[in-house]
């Protein structure tokens, strides 16, 4: 390969980081035939909870993991990473949903400048909602992290998109989520001391639904659950568009937590027993914080982590029925798993 093609295929290339509670995953691809062909993945665990709740806390050493997967990812693909995009996740989300219409000249047809002028003035409208709700919250900012259409019309007509059409008046409806701005900076200061220019950033429960649940299934109100260590996402679905966002600041960690509890081990521990159990062995062993070693059947720990178990699913159940209204007609549960290198993989529903 050339060197303009190299330079070539580094511009091309897409590298995004998940900055987990538990663990940092890289993944670099290229778009090809309308699909994105994994090139690389890479994930490393926090050494410590630099993470809370999908939040940055530690910067520095969340930047040091970060960097860790940003050289293994460089050495594999011989070339330097400078761009990224990432996924915002933290304890405190917001969401608007606004309809906003923007008067057209008829005589030209509608292109992106258009489109994108009435979704910023959307996004504009529910940052102004959002601050009227909050009245005098102790003077907090807040940035928009991503926006979801639910749909647009053209002179009250509705349209999967509206460019090249031509009318009067365009019209949209979307959901706008918005995070305080310590959760945005944190990923921006991170960012920074990884020597990585951050290209875009999302919501976690967006990015998740679009890599799960394709367009044709959104006709249906189907339920996104994305459980983490830290939050669980939530994402759900109706008439052909993503209608609501939203997570709860409980996931993967109770349950370790609740096992720390029952058998008096620290974190790692904890973390390794509930890993033992889901790979289905039938004695897990263990040594606790005094330098004591068990054993115990698996069945004992599920038993004994079942109610964390079920808090959580209760937890789940009731910000859906909040955000949905009424039970949805499926729900799709997954979890986020570290990547296997070089196998692309989406994630699990």
């Keep these: 390969m050339t060197d303009a093609e190299d330079r070539s295929r580094e511009e091309r290339v897409i590298f995004a980081l998940d900055i987990g509670t538990r663990s940092v995953t890289g993944v670099v691809g290229e778009i090809e035939n309308g699909m994105l062909r994994v090139l690389g993945v890479e994930t ?70 258009e489109l994108f002028k009435l979704e910023s003035k959307a996004i504009q409208q529910a940052y102004q909602a959002l601050l009227e709700e909050l009245g005098g919250d102790g003077g907090v900012t807040y940035y928009c992290v991503g926006h979801s259409v639910i749909q647009y019309t053209l002179d009250g007509y509705a349209f999967s998109t509206l460019v090249n059409h031509r009318g009067r008046q365009a019209a949209v409806e979307l959901i706008a989520t918005f995070l305080p701005s310590e959760v945005v900076e944190s990923l921006y200061g991170a960012m920074q001391q990884t020597e990585l220019t951050i290209m875009s950033i999302t919501l976690e429960p967006i990015a998740a639904i679009s890599a799960v649940i394709p367009q044709e299934l959104r006709l249906l109100n189907i339920a996104l659950v994305d459980v983490g260590a830290g939050t669980s996402d939530i994402a759900i679905t ?22 720390m509890r029952e058998f008096l081990v620290d974190f790692q521990m904890a973390e390794k027993m509930k890993f033992m159990l889901s790979e289905g062995k039938e004695l897990i062993a263990y040594c606790d914080i005094l330098g004591f070693e068990y054993s115990i059947p698996s069945e004992e720990l599920r038993q004994r982590i079942l109610p964390a178990v079920e808090e959580l699913a209760q937890t789940i159940a009731q910000q859906i029925l909040e955000i949905n209204g009424a039970p949805p007609m499926a729900v799709f549960m997954g979890r986020r798993a570290s990547f296997r290198p070089s196998i692309p993989r989406r994630r699990s529903a």
């Design 44 to 113: 490393q665990e926090h050494a410590e909870r630099a993470v809370v709740d999908g939040q940055i806390e530690d910067i520095e050493q969340t930047a040091r993991v970060a960097r860790m997967v940003k050289q293994r990812l460089e050495q594999r693909l011989g070339f330097t990473l400078s761009e990224v995009y990432v996924a915002a996740a933290g304890r405190v989300l917001k969401t608007k949903r606004v309809a906003c219409a923007l008067e057209l000249d008829e005589k030209k047809p509608v292109g992106q400048e």
């Design 238 to 259: 109706n008439n052909g568009s993503v209608c609501a966002y939203t997570m709860a600041t409980m996931a993967g960690d109770e349950i370790t937590e609740r096992v």
